[in-house]
């Protein structure tokens, strides 16, 4: 079946510092994939998004590209931040299908 | 336009107590999911609904879950007799009617603990 695999966590980094978080997936067709953000208490917003090859999704800072050579869809940032600090979720919509699939999370630590 | 509201945020319960979870959708949204995320994991997949129906619950427990999406009102997540294992955040997700769009939006969950 459909799955995310995204690297263990925690990652911990100093403020500016560049961040990626890996993410793998495996599915039959053309899934979209999402990236997740929860803050500590809060719920999942959607950080962003892409819905077919090479697409680049981004907001606030954060980058990924959809890359079906390579079934990766990878979190970057240049500079991180404090407030960047959360659990990241990779996660996928398959093409017909009404079940997203999350990936196990990220937390990331950022220090001052 | 209100995103997904649920409520309570937080809800305790002693073992054997019931709990019920409510969700209501965006506006003009009429498919329901709930999600479960155990301490330090991902979130799984319960169960999907649309107006009066289940259209799949292959991620239910088998006993003491259940979920309904009224005609009118909120949709509810019901576990009867609750366990320690119980203890969790469910969230509910809602996405628009139209055919083949699925994209979920998601509340601010529920924070079960079971005492």
């Known amino acids: 079946g459909d799955s995310v695999t995204q690297m263990e966590g925690p990652v911990t980094l100093s403020e500016e510092a560049f961040l990626t978080i890996n993410c793998t997936y495996t599915?039959?067709?053309?899934?979209?994939l999402f990236w997740y953000v929860q803050y500590p208490g809060e719920g999942l917003q959607l950080l962003l998004k892409?819905?077919?090859?090479?697409d680049k999704g981004s907001n606030k800072g954060f980058e990924a590209t959809y890359r079906k050579e390579t079934t990766s869809f990878h979190l970057e940032k240049g500079s991180v931040q404090v407030s960047d600090s959360a659990v990241y979720f990779c996660?996928?919509?398959?093409?017909?299908?009404?079940?997203?699939?999350f990936g196990a999370g990220t937390r990331l630590f950022v220090k001052a | 336009n209100a995103g997904v509201m649920q409520n309570p945020r937080h809800l305790v319960r002693r073992r054997g107590q019931e709990a019920r979870l409510r969700c209501s959708p965006m506006?003009?949204?009429?498919?329901v999911y709930w999600y479960r995320q155990l301490p330090e994991e991902g979130l799984k997949f319960m169960v999907y609904?649309?107006?009066?129906?289940?259209?799949?619950e292959s991620g239910m427990p088998k006993e003491r879950f259940s979920a309904e999406f009224p005609k009118e009102g909120p949709s509810i997540l019901r576990i009867q007799q609750v366990v320690r294992g119980d203890s969790a955040a469910y969230f509910c997700?809602?996405?628009?009617?139209?055919?083949?769009?699925?994209?979920?939006?998601f509340g601010q969950g529920t924070r079960l603990t079971v005492v």
């Open positions: 997700a809602s996405s628009p009617p139209e055919r083949g769009s699925f994209e979920a939006f």
């Open positions: 599915a039959t067709g053309y899934p979209s």
């Open positions: 892409a819905t077919k090859a090479d």
């Open positions: 996660a996928l919509l398959n093409t017909g299908g009404f079940k997203t699939i």
């Open positions: 506006k003009g949204h009429s498919h």
């Open positions: 609904l649309q107006k009066e129906n289940i259209i799949d």
